[in-house]
């Protein structure tokens, strides 16, 4: 097969930017207007090439597509084994590196994994992310071997996520509280001295009927926290509110649920008081008379 390819004088004036590159638009049309020649004197046919080019452009959108459908499906799947593969991830990473000392760890589902900056507001302390997907609580203490006794952590962060009320769950304050607990009661089954930071389920603009039941899970995780001496109870709400109660939309991403860059540092700053007060309570506890 015998191609015949005739190239044109570029333009004296191309679009370009200030860095002087031509501009994405100005490449496309170009490598259009190279194709059409090959289309035009080659065995393919314009109509061919064109359709070859619509569906290189949607390759993107189908990737994106999959992606979007397999978190669905494992959001569907209510079983812990839905999260598999993220565990192994996690575990293959930290093999491949050494383990920080006396860490701490935050474990939960989306909302861990989009939270960003964690790490830098809380150095020097070590700091590992350990979100699944839209896990539960309970999927959490399924893999509470890998997720948190293998690091040894100082402390442990749980941040529990919409799907506790939708998706993957439908569960009551009462069945909140009692999966926690249950966490909890396991770590402390394997004679770990560690804290946990427990912060209340977080209230979103898109689902105002949830409000009564984080509200009674608010108060019951409370009045729980107080008895236990290894627990500390975190209520990030009161911070994300407007006056009226209700959610600001100003802390939230456009979807109503997750929370923005804006919300995630009064997540951060709320928690990291919290250490320091505790850190200073365990010096003063800790010198010498």
């Avoid at 001295?193 to 427990?198: D, I, L, P």
């Avoid at 109660?245 to 997750?258: E, H, K, L, S």
């Amino acid at each position: 097969m015998r191609f015949n390819i005739r190239f044109t004088k570029k333009a004296a004036n191309p679009v370009t930017s200030e860095a002087g590159t031509a501009l994405p638009a100005q490449c496309f049309c170009d490598t259009l207007q190279c194709i059409s020649i090959i289309g035009a004197r080659s065995m393919y046919s314009w109509n061919t090439i064109r359709t070859v080019c619509a569906v290189l452009l949607l390759i993107p959108v189908i990737h994106l597509v999959y992606l979007v459908s397999r978190d669905t499906l494992a959001a569907m799947d209510t079983s812990p084994q839905a999260w598999a593969k993220e565990v192994s991830e996690f575990t293959a990473f930290d093999q491949s590196r050494s383990l920080p000392v006396d860490p701490i760890v935050v474990v939960g589902g989306r909302g861990v994994k989009l939270w960003r900056g964690l790490e830098d507001l809380l150095a020097p302390r070590e700091v590992l992310m350990r979100g699944l997907g839209d896990a539960t609580i309970n999927d959490i203490t399924h893999y509470h071997s890998q997720l948190i006794s293998f690091y040894r952590p100082s402390a442990v962060v749980v941040l529990p996520g919409n799907s506790e009320f939708h998706l993957r769950d439908n569960k009551s304050a009462e069945e909140l509280v009692a999966a926690i607990r249950e966490l909890v009661e396991l770590d402390q089954g394997l004679q770990a001295e560690r804290q946990f930071y427990v912060f209340a389920p977080i209230r979103t603009p898109l689902y105002p009927s949830d409000y009564p039941k984080i509200e009674e899970t608010t108060r019951l995780l409370e009045r729980w926290a107080g008895s236990e001496p290894g627990v500390t109870f975190l209520d990030a709400n009161p911070l994300l509110s407007l006056r009226s109660g209700a959610p600001n939309p100003d802390f939230y991403r456009g979807d109503g649920v997750n929370l923005n860059e804006h919300g995630y540092l009064r997540l951060s700053l709320i928690l990291e008081r919290q250490l320091k007060q505790d850190e200073a309570l365990s010096n003063m506890q800790d010198a010498p008379l």
